[in-house]
């Protein structure tokens, strides 16, 4: 009982002492007001053991969030939403899920190295109505972190970078990721939205290396080099070389080249930035490119063959470079330095672009580059260092039809495999016309598993045909060009006997002509008659 009341005594002091308080305040001037609030503070960093660490949602730049206060904010929607008792679930910028994180006012628990650590996520209101011009002054959210003073430097040194690292990581994951390309030069405008250098689509293509129809040694060789490199961050700054790697995919038409990009891009978790060079006039423009991707990329410039002139033919080649250019309207990349004029991509430019000192500028990006036809680029393209692995897409092989027969058909053993192996060593068939001929019909023509097998036997049948009429065809085309060639080198050689001597004055026996004899003669003898007729008289 008598503790009861020491209880309602202390209420009713700490009651009236707050009365007075509000009574005396509005009398006391603001300056000592804040002396006061200052004393209040320092006493109570005293006699508390806890530090305080705000982390304010805008930073010195107004407009823009505080990265740091967006980690945090991450970190703490994936590791302690569990624990709050009020949540705030909204659906972020570039976000493919709702992020659930703590809301205002409310207090979550975390652990970290043995120590605890409380946050608290709050905001602050203004004062008075005013009207800002900056968005961080008109409402202020601030997550606030308290810890015991001893785990001072655990917390500063190790935990908040922790979180920072953490929070990035959670923001990677949840992010919607996206397919870029590049604008029109003439329409950039970097304060409108939606006119910046790049303008980009959700990336939503399903494309796995599980569904990739490859031979599973190669596909295990790709994915273990894709791993090293998101893993060696530490190693490529240890060696002294940008954190890239450029990837060469070539081989024939529907091989899998996009295919193959879209599940590296799905098994790291990149961007993909499809860079389209006929739309870029210069290499300062190609530059500018490159400093607006951002890191997790793949920069893919596909049939680079085509798009421009990259054979790489140098300063010895000039007169037959300028042949060529008359008869080929395609866009030229000129390759001379001194012939570039300021409005054209040069090849010297885009090799700054993919390993001169533009490619530091940022981390972890991954250039590919596809082609129809790897003996059309210029060597220098595509060695080792700036092309570090080149990936040959070949004809669909019997492992690879395993897998389509997988994906499409859900077997993976069938009485028709052996002859479907036996016509994939014959023929000549890409992955793509493969997977044409094992997707079944439509409902009202659906077909079962061995009709799909039979229609693609049947194919592979008529694809080897017309593959040997083709051969034989071309063989008749090249014995007859032979042949032709042959009987016109001999018609030549003929026409060129028949003028030598026809210079000598042979007829086609090799007989000296009768007429030209007689003239030879009479010349001869009139030579003579002059002779004596000289001798006589001396």
């Not at 000592?32 to 930073?59: D, N, V």
């Not at 329409?187 to 599973?216: C, I, K, Q």
Request: hydrophobic share 35%; with cysteine.
């Amino acid at each position: 009982m008598a503790g009861m009341d020491k209880w309602t005594g202390f209420g009713s002091a700490l009651a009236s002492f707050l009365f007075l308080w509000s009574m005396v305040k509005s009398h006391i001037p603001v300056a000592f007001q804040q002396r006061l609030s200052s004393w209040a503070t320092k006493l109570a960093s005293y006699l508390s053991p806890y530090l305080h660490i705000t982390i304010s949602e805008y930073g010195a730049e107004r407009f823009s969030r505080s990265d740091f206060y967006l980690a945090v904010e991450a970190y703490l929607s994936d590791a302690c939403a569990r624990r709050a008792r009020r949540l705030r679930a909204e659906l972020g910028k570039d976000s493919k899920k709702l992020q659930v994180s703590v809301d205002d006012n409310d207090e979550v628990t975390d652990t970290f190295a043995g120590a605890t650590v409380w946050w608290y996520a709050a905001k602050r209101l203004p004062r008075s109505q005013v009207i800002s011009l900056y968005p961080g002054q008109d409402e202020r959210r601030f997550y606030q972190v308290v810890f015991h003073r001893r785990h001072r430097d655990l917390v500063v040194g190790t935990y908040l970078p922790f979180v920072l690292e953490e929070g990035r990581a959670v923001t990677v994951r949840n992010r919607q990721r996206r397919l870029f390309t590049n604008n029109a030069s003439s329409s950039w405008n970097p304060y409108r939205s939606g006119n910046g250098v790049w303008s980009h689509v959700p990336f939503e293509h399903p494309a796995t290396f599980h569904t990739l129809a490859m031979d599973p040694a190669d596909k295990d060789a790709i994915v273990d080099d894709l791993q090293a490199f998101r893993e060696a961050k530490d190693y490529y700054a240890k060696v002294g070389k940008p954190w890239k790697r450029g990837y060469l995919l070539y081989g024939p038409p529907g091989t899998g080249k996009s295919t193959m990009i879209a599940a590296m891009a799905n098994f790291l978790d990149y961007d993909v930035y499809d860079l389209e060079l006929t739309a870029v006039k210069n290499n300062t423009e190609l530059r500018k490119l490159f400093i607006e991707t951002t890191g997790k990329s793949i920069i893919v410039i596909e049939d680079i063959d085509c798009s421009i002139d990259l054979t790489g033919k140098r300063k010895s080649d000039k007169k037959k470079k300028a042949d060529d250019d008359e008869s080929n309207n395609k866009p030229k990349l000129p390759l001379e330095a001194d012939k570039d004029d300021g409005t054209k991509v040069t090849l010297s430019g885009l090799l700054n672009f993919i390993d001169g000192l533009w490619s530091a500028c940022g981390g972890e990006r991954i250039i590919i580059f596809t082609t129809n036809h790897k003996d059309k680029l210029d060597p220098a393209l595509i060695r080792r260092g700036r092309m570090d692995k080149h990936i040959e897409m070949s004809y669909c092989s019997f492992e690879a039809f395993k897998v389509l027969a997988k994906n499409y058909l859900d077997i993976a053993d069938h009485d028709l495999f052996g002859e479907i192996r036996r016509l994939l060593e014959e023929t000549e068939m890409s992955p793509a016309d493969v997977a044409e001929n094992l997707m079944p019909m439509s409902k009202k023509k659906k077909r079962d598993t061995n009709a799909c097998l039979e229609g693609l036997v049947q194919a592979l049948n008529k694809a080897k045909e017309e593959a040997k009429a083709k051969a034989e065809a071309e063989a008749k085309e090249k014995a007859e060009a032979e042949a032709k060639e042959a009987k016109e080198k001999a018609e030549a050689e003929a026409k060129e006997a028949k003028e030598k001597k026809e210079a000598r004055g042979e007829d086609d026996q090799g007989n000296k002509d009768k007429t030209s004899e007689s003239t030879e003669a009479k010349k001869m003898s009139n030579g003579e008659i002059k002779g004596s007729e000289v001798t006589n008289d001396n």
